[in-house]
């Protein structure tokens, strides 16, 4: 079965840096997603995107946060300065299409980020 | 807005015995289901899902999910526990109009015993 790739699985970066979260979505699918699960919480949805552009957002995605498809193959979520709070697991996720629900999400395994 | 509850962080089965997962869910329209499966270093895999066609869904690895309207319930079982299926569980729900876009519930870690 197809996958959508991760890297790196574990990051480690000072409170104030910028980081960079890569994800390599399924090659046909058109949208891309990133979740986060701050330790002992839940699932959260950060964002949506297709066709080069934002499509939807959650209250947590603020001007910290930016996503770009540089390559149309990768998929990033940039952190421009992290804070403590960010440190969560960030999963990408991508489907072939929108809103057709005999379609699967695919989720990557996730990248843990730890800010000091 | 749609939220998500599971009722128990930790559930633990002997192995052979019934697994019950439970989810109640709120939703302003028809909610779409789901229950996701996520093995220790693995991401979140779609064990199966609920999009207003038989209430009763069967899903891989022999769970099962019966949507029940009137109880806003989705609630997941296996007849028979194995070891394999020692994990965290995601119940999930998305409306229509939202795409894909998922609210999650807080998870239930499934442990299994010998």
């Known amino acids: 079965e197809p996958e959508v790739t991760q890297t790196p699985s574990h990051q480690v970066t000072q409170m104030g840096q910028e980081v960079i979260l890569r994800c390599v979505p399924i090659?046909?699918?058109?949208?891309f997603y990133w979740y986060r699960q701050i330790l002992g919480q839940k699932v959260e949805f950060l964002v949506s995107?297709?066709?080069?552009?934002?499509?939807?957002k959650s209250e947590i995605f603020d001007d910290q946060f930016s996503v770009e498809r540089p390559d149309g193959s990768n998929f990033t979520l940039k952190i421009r300065s992290t804070k403590l709070e960010d440190s969560a697991m960030y999963f990408c996720?991508?489907?072939?299409?929108?809103?057709?629900?005999?379609?699967?999400?695919?989720f990557g395994s996730g990248t843990q980020l730890s800010v000091l | 807005a749609q939220s998500v509850t599971q009722l128990g962080s930790h559930v633990s089965v002997s192995e052979g015995a019934l697994v019950l997962l439970r989810c109640n869910y709120s939703s302003s329209v028809p909610p779409y289901l789901f229950w996701y499966v996520q093995y220790p270093n693995q991401g979140l895999q779609l064990l199966l899902k609920y999009t207003s066609a038989a209430t009763l869904v069967k899903g891989i690895n022999g769970f099962e999910a019966e949507f029940k309207k009137s109880e806003t319930s989705f609630h997941l079982t296996k007849p028979s526990a194995h070891m394999s299926d020692a994990a965290e569980y995601f119940c999930?729900?998305?409306?229509?109009?939202?795409?894909?876009?998922?609210?999650f519930g807080g998870g239930t870690r499934l442990m299994v015993k010998p």
């Open positions: 999930a729900v998305s409306e229509g109009n939202a795409g894909n876009m998922l609210t």
């Open positions: 995107f297709y066709n080069n552009e934002i499509s939807e």
């Open positions: 090659s046909n699918h058109l949208y």
């Open positions: 996720a991508s489907v072939r299409t929108w809103g057709t629900f005999g379609e699967k999400l695919f």
